[in-house]
């Protein structure tokens, strides 16, 4: 039974037959390659979700920042913005700058500027950031793991349901003395079952994960170019 014989099989519903003459070993992988693709495909769904939120909210913080005269005007829209980073590093950033203002003015407000900050309170600035910035694109980076897990994993999962399935057949030909169609075809398709479900997998968590990876790049490149912009503002207002 070749691959076409077997891709006709499936399409026309002989799927169930096949794997109603599977070995237990065989639907064992068939199955963890079924839950390994159903859960790639829920994180995928819900990354798109995530990611275009985060593009979206990027681009208000990112306006609302350079029209600001303040850093305290944009306080309530950091807090609202949950999705983007760029609230999270901004508030980072304004809660360290506060922080060093206070401990330089004995507890003065912040947009006292009688002891503006020195080089060396700019390097604490400037290290709060970066870590703030590593966290939230740590944070949606969460789950993308599993999709490298399912991209690498799974095709030799059907690699291993396939030498399994051939294995069947040389035995089922060594019981019955015979080579025939009847004889091999059951666990001839088994093994290219498991091989066609173990690329189903692979291929969609593949694309997912570089789809991911990609978006999280641009997310981290925008994030380390507000930090600069952040730091810009401060240099500007507050550094001797």
Not at 70 to 83: C, E, I, P, V, W
Not at 184 to 206: D, N, R, W, Y
């Amino acid at each position: 039974m070749d691959n076409s014989v077997i891709a006709v099989s499936i399409f026309s519903g002989g799927i169930w037959q096949i794997i109603g003459q599977s070995s237990l070993f065989g639907i064992i992988i068939l199955v963890i390659l079924v839950l390994f693709s159903l859960v790639s495909w829920s994180i995928m769904f819900s990354k798109w979700r995530l990611f275009r939120r985060v593009v979206e909210e990027n681009e208000t913080f990112t306006g609302f920042f350079r029209k600001s005269g303040r850093f305290t005007d944009l306080l309530g829209q950091a807090k609202s913005l949950r999705n983007t980073p760029l609230s999270g590093v901004f508030l980072e950033g304004f809660n360290e700058l506060k922080a060093l203002m206070e401990a330089k003015n004995e507890g003065g407000a912040l947009q006292d500027k009688t002891r503006p900050l020195v080089v060396e309170d700019m390097e604490i600035l400037e290290m709060t950031l970066e870590r703030a910035r590593n966290e939230k694109i740590a944070d949606l980076e969460k789950s993308t793991v599993f999709l490298a897990t399912t991209a690498n994993a799974s095709p030799f999962l059907g690699l291993l349901g396939t030498v399994v399935g051939v294995m069947d057949s040389f035995w089922s030909i060594g019981e019955r003395g015979s080579a025939s169609l009847a004889v091999v075809a059951p666990g001839i398709a088994e093994a290219l079952l498991a091989t066609i479900v173990g690329l189903a997998a692979a291929i969609p968590a593949v694309i997912g994960y570089n789809w991911a990876n990609n978006r999280l790049k641009q997310f981290n490149d925008k994030a380390a170019n507000f930090a600069l912009e952040f730091m810009a503002r401060v240099r500007k207002d507050m550094v001797k």
